[in-house]
């Protein structure tokens, strides 16, 4: 798994991660639990597969979040 991305809002979180699953790519959402319990201190890290990686952050650059 690679981090693509480091998110302390959870809703832009959810919208990164809804992007790519919407293109076909297995993304996860890791820390969920350390940043509901301390909001602000550990961001959501968005993960994805290496080899989805290029294509991931591809698509996030072409919709203005990378």
Same mark, same amino acid.
């Given at each position: 798994?690679?981090?693509?991305?480091?998110?302390?809002?959870?809703?832009?979180?959810?919208?990164?991660?809804?992007?790519?699953? %919407?293109?076909g790519?297995?993304?996860?959402?890791? %820390?969920?639990?350390?940043?509901?319990?301390?909001?602000?201190?550990?961001?959501?890290?968005?993960?994805?597969?290496?080899? %989805?990686?290029?294509?991931?952050?591809?698509?996030?650059t072409?919709?203005?979040?990378g």
């Amino acid at each position: 798994m690679r981090i693509i991305a480091e998110e302390s809002c959870p809703i832009r979180a959810g919208f990164l991660l809804a992007l790519l699953r %919407d293109a076909g790519i297995a993304a996860e959402l890791l %820390d969920a639990h350390w940043s509901a319990l301390t909001p602000g201190v550990f961001p959501l890290r968005l993960a994805v597969r290496t080899e %989805d990686e290029i294509r991931a952050r591809r698509i996030l650059t072409e919709a203005g979040e990378g």
